[in-house]
Protein backbone atom coordinates (compact mmCIF):
# COMPACT_ATOMS: atom_id res chain seq x y z
CA UNK A 1 0.00 0.00 0.00
CA UNK A 2 2.94 2.86 0.69
CA UNK A 3 4.29 1.56 -2.40
CA UNK A 4 0.63 2.48 -4.51
CA UNK A 5 0.66 5.75 -2.52
CA UNK A 6 3.98 6.96 -3.56
CA UNK A 7 3.38 6.06 -7.20
CA UNK A 8 0.66 8.26 -6.60
CA UNK A 9 3.11 11.29 -5.88
CA UNK A 10 4.27 12.88 -9.56
CA UNK A 11 6.20 16.08 -9.56
CA UNK A 12 4.01 19.18 -10.33
CA UNK A 13 4.88 19.79 -14.08
CA UNK A 14 2.56 21.35 -16.91
CA UNK A 15 1.93 17.54 -17.95
CA UNK A 16 0.63 16.28 -14.63
CA UNK A 17 -0.92 19.77 -13.63
CA UNK A 18 -3.61 18.94 -16.57
CA UNK A 19 -3.45 15.26 -15.96
CA UNK A 20 -5.02 16.64 -11.68
CA UNK A 21 -7.24 18.79 -13.76
CA UNK A 22 -8.64 16.49 -16.29
CA UNK A 23 -9.26 14.06 -12.71
CA UNK A 24 -10.88 16.93 -10.74
CA UNK A 25 -13.39 17.33 -14.13
CA UNK A 26 -14.04 13.61 -13.23
CA UNK A 27 -15.06 13.76 -10.33
CA UNK A 28 -11.93 13.03 -8.72
CA UNK A 29 -9.71 13.65 -5.67
CA UNK A 30 -6.23 15.43 -5.42
CA UNK A 31 -3.91 17.07 -3.68
CA UNK A 32 -1.29 19.47 -4.40
CA UNK A 33 0.77 22.06 -3.10
CA UNK A 34 -0.49 25.94 -2.19
CA UNK A 35 1.92 28.78 -0.64
CA UNK A 36 0.63 27.99 2.68
CA UNK A 37 -0.11 24.45 2.96
CA UNK A 38 -0.62 21.35 0.55
CA UNK A 39 -4.73 21.38 -0.40
CA UNK A 40 -7.22 18.58 -0.98
CA UNK A 41 -9.36 19.50 -4.06
CA UNK A 42 -12.43 18.33 -5.97
CA UNK A 43 -14.61 20.19 -8.29
CA UNK A 44 -17.01 22.12 -5.91
CA UNK A 45 -19.89 22.24 -8.18
CA UNK A 46 -19.60 18.38 -8.50
CA UNK A 47 -21.68 17.12 -4.97
CA UNK A 48 -20.72 13.66 -4.85
CA UNK A 49 -16.60 14.71 -5.09
CA UNK A 50 -17.51 17.30 -2.70
CA UNK A 51 -19.16 14.61 -0.17
CA UNK A 52 -16.13 12.49 -0.84
CA UNK A 53 -13.54 15.23 0.75
CA UNK A 54 -15.47 15.47 3.94
CA UNK A 55 -15.33 11.41 3.89
CA UNK A 56 -11.94 11.51 3.28
CA UNK A 57 -11.17 14.33 5.87
CA UNK A 58 -13.54 13.00 8.97
CA UNK A 59 -15.41 16.07 8.54
CA UNK A 60 -18.62 16.93 9.81
CA UNK A 61 -20.21 20.30 8.04
CA UNK A 62 -16.93 22.38 8.63
CA UNK A 63 -17.30 24.82 5.49
CA UNK A 64 -15.03 24.11 2.34
CA UNK A 65 -13.39 27.08 1.03
CA UNK A 66 -13.16 27.59 -2.75
CA UNK A 67 -9.46 28.66 -4.25
CA UNK A 68 -10.79 30.79 -7.74
CA UNK A 69 -7.98 31.88 -10.24
CA UNK A 70 -9.08 35.26 -10.02
CA UNK A 71 -10.86 38.44 -8.60
CA UNK A 72 -13.55 37.91 -11.33
CA UNK A 73 -13.74 34.60 -10.65
CA UNK A 74 -14.55 35.12 -6.47
CA UNK A 75 -16.92 37.91 -7.67
CA UNK A 76 -18.88 35.10 -9.85
CA UNK A 77 -19.54 33.00 -6.92
CA UNK A 78 -20.00 35.91 -3.88
CA UNK A 79 -20.79 39.68 -3.12
CA UNK A 80 -18.01 42.17 -2.63
CA UNK A 81 -18.47 44.87 -0.17
CA UNK A 82 -16.03 47.52 -0.59
CA UNK A 83 -14.12 46.18 2.26
CA UNK A 84 -13.60 42.98 0.30
CA UNK A 85 -12.78 44.89 -2.43
CA UNK A 86 -10.01 46.96 -0.66
CA UNK A 87 -9.02 43.46 0.84
CA UNK A 88 -8.63 41.41 -2.29
CA UNK A 89 -6.82 44.31 -4.19
CA UNK A 90 -3.82 44.23 -1.11
CA UNK A 91 -3.71 40.82 -0.23
CA UNK A 92 -4.21 38.75 -3.54
CA UNK A 93 -3.05 36.43 -4.67
CA UNK A 94 -2.01 35.70 -1.04
CA UNK A 95 -2.91 33.96 2.31
CA UNK A 96 -6.37 35.37 2.89
CA UNK A 97 -9.46 33.54 2.69
CA UNK A 98 -12.40 36.15 2.64
CA UNK A 99 -16.01 34.93 3.86
CA UNK A 100 -18.77 36.69 1.96
CA UNK A 101 -22.15 36.42 1.16
CA UNK A 102 -22.42 33.70 -1.67
CA UNK A 103 -24.30 34.30 -5.17
CA UNK A 104 -26.55 31.68 -6.25
CA UNK A 105 -24.06 31.05 -8.69
CA UNK A 106 -22.48 29.35 -6.45
CA UNK A 107 -21.56 25.63 -5.41
CA UNK A 108 -24.42 24.74 -3.77
CA UNK A 109 -23.30 22.71 -1.00
CA UNK A 110 -19.73 23.79 1.04
CA UNK A 111 -20.96 22.73 4.19
CA UNK A 112 -21.66 24.99 6.85
CA UNK A 113 -23.83 28.04 6.51
CA UNK A 114 -25.12 27.83 2.87
CA UNK A 115 -26.02 31.85 2.72
CA UNK A 116 -21.86 31.76 3.25
CA UNK A 117 -18.51 31.11 0.69
CA UNK A 118 -15.20 31.54 2.00
CA UNK A 119 -12.88 32.51 -1.24
CA UNK A 120 -9.06 33.19 -2.06
CA UNK A 121 -6.55 33.63 -4.96
CA UNK A 122 -3.89 31.48 -4.08
CA UNK A 123 -0.22 32.78 -4.53
CA UNK A 124 1.11 29.72 -6.09
CA UNK A 125 2.50 29.07 -10.22
CA UNK A 126 1.09 25.67 -9.70
CA UNK A 127 -2.11 26.28 -7.82
CA UNK A 128 -2.68 28.95 -10.25
CA UNK A 129 -2.35 27.09 -13.40
CA UNK A 130 -4.21 24.21 -11.99
CA UNK A 131 -6.95 25.90 -10.83
CA UNK A 132 -7.82 27.87 -14.19
CA UNK A 133 -7.33 24.46 -16.06
CA UNK A 134 -10.32 23.09 -13.72
CA UNK A 135 -12.31 26.42 -14.82
CA UNK A 136 -11.72 28.94 -12.44
CA UNK A 137 -12.59 27.49 -8.93
CA UNK A 138 -11.12 24.30 -6.76
CA UNK A 139 -11.97 23.16 -3.14
CA UNK A 140 -9.10 24.48 -1.39
CA UNK A 141 -9.42 22.61 2.46
CA UNK A 142 -6.24 21.66 3.98
CA UNK A 143 -4.95 18.05 3.43
CA UNK A 144 -5.26 16.52 6.37
CA UNK A 145 -7.84 14.71 8.24
CA UNK A 146 -9.87 16.63 10.23
CA UNK A 147 -7.80 18.15 13.96
CA UNK A 148 -4.73 17.02 12.49
CA UNK A 149 -1.62 19.13 11.52
CA UNK A 150 -2.33 20.08 7.75
CA UNK A 151 0.75 18.96 5.80
CA UNK A 152 3.52 21.16 4.18
CA UNK A 153 5.04 18.69 2.08
CA UNK A 154 3.92 16.13 -0.85
CA UNK A 155 4.95 12.98 1.64
CA UNK A 156 3.20 14.66 4.72
CA UNK A 157 -0.36 14.50 2.73
CA UNK A 158 0.49 10.75 1.56
CA UNK A 159 0.75 10.09 5.33
CA UNK A 160 -2.99 11.27 5.80
CA UNK A 161 -4.18 11.18 3.11
CA UNK A 162 -2.47 9.24 0.18
CA UNK A 163 -4.39 5.92 -0.50
CA UNK A 164 -7.80 8.11 -0.35
CA UNK A 165 -7.11 10.21 -3.40
CA UNK A 166 -6.15 9.97 -6.70
CA UNK A 167 -3.32 11.82 -7.77
CA UNK A 168 -0.79 13.78 -5.38
CA UNK A 169 1.32 16.69 -7.44
CA UNK A 170 4.99 17.57 -5.23
CA UNK A 171 5.32 21.57 -5.97
CA UNK A 172 8.08 20.99 -2.78
CA UNK A 173 7.80 22.40 0.67
CA UNK A 174 5.11 25.05 1.12
CA UNK A 175 7.05 28.69 1.64
CA UNK A 176 4.95 30.33 3.88
CA UNK A 177 3.51 26.52 6.29
CA UNK A 178 0.92 28.13 7.80
CA UNK A 179 -3.20 28.08 6.91
CA UNK A 180 -4.59 31.37 5.39
CA UNK A 181 -6.00 33.53 7.36
CA UNK A 182 -9.56 33.68 7.38
CA UNK A 183 -11.76 37.10 7.49
CA UNK A 184 -15.67 36.94 7.93
CA UNK A 185 -17.13 40.23 6.53
CA UNK A 186 -20.47 38.61 6.47
CA UNK A 187 -21.45 41.39 9.30
CA UNK A 188 -21.02 44.56 10.21
CA UNK A 189 -17.95 44.08 12.31
CA UNK A 190 -15.35 42.22 10.22
CA UNK A 191 -13.81 39.18 12.59
CA UNK A 192 -11.05 36.88 12.43
CA UNK A 193 -12.01 33.66 12.42
CA UNK A 194 -8.45 32.16 12.06
CA UNK A 195 -5.45 34.16 12.33
CA UNK A 196 -2.56 33.23 9.98
CA UNK A 197 0.35 34.90 7.58
CA UNK A 198 -1.87 37.95 7.39
CA UNK A 199 -2.12 39.78 10.87
CA UNK A 200 -5.30 41.25 12.45
CA UNK A 201 -3.15 44.35 12.15
CA UNK A 202 -2.55 44.63 9.45
CA UNK A 203 -6.18 43.92 8.07
CA UNK A 204 -7.28 46.76 11.06
CA UNK A 205 -4.91 49.11 9.56
CA UNK A 206 -6.06 49.12 6.09
CA UNK A 207 -10.13 48.95 7.09
CA UNK A 208 -8.62 52.00 9.00
CA UNK A 209 -10.88 50.52 11.95
CA UNK A 210 -10.57 47.43 14.47
CA UNK A 211 -11.36 43.90 13.52
CA UNK A 212 -12.57 41.31 15.88
Known amino acids: MITKMVNMVVVADNHQIKTAAKIVKNGGLIIYPTETVYGLGCDPYNLEAVKKVFKVKGR???????????LKKAMEISYFTDEALKL?????????????KRKNSAPSFLGGDPKLI???????????????????????????????????????AVEQLGSKVDLIL???????????????????????????????EEISSLLGKQVL
Not at 61 to 68: D, F, Y
Not at 126 to 142: D, E, P, R
Not at 184 to 197: A, F, Q, Y
Open 118 to 156: GVRVPNHPVTLKLVKLCGGFLVGTSANLSGKKPPITAYE
Open 60 to 70: TNKPLPILVSN
Open 170 to 200: DGGKTSIGLSSTVLDLSTKKPKILREGPITK
Open 88 to 100: AKKFWPGPLTLIL
